[in-house]
């Protein structure tokens, strides 16, 4: 799904603090940091991951995945 640039592109990072807890609001600025990085591919796969994870934990782990967690 992603493209060879997004491929090797660094994880950007992304600071999580403020969101307290919600998993929508994680998710949400997952997503913008990856926009914002210019992977617009990796945000849209990274939403369609986190919203079909079986739980908050499981949407965590995606995280660390895609950005770099701060």
């Not at 849209?44 to 499981?58: I, K, L, M, N, P």
Request: with cysteine; proline share 6%; hydrophobic share 40%.
């Amino acid at each position: 799904m992603t493209t060879p640039n997004e491929t090797t592109a660094p994880k950007p990072p992304c600071h999580l603090v403020g969101t307290d807890g919600n998993v929508f609001a994680i998710i949400g600025r997952v997503k913008q940091v990856l926009k914002q990085a210019g992977q617009e591919t990796r945000a849209s796969e990274f939403v369609e991951r986190a919203f079909a994870a079986g739980s908050y934990d499981a949407v965590l782990a995606l995280c660390f995945e895609y950005v770099d967690v701060r």
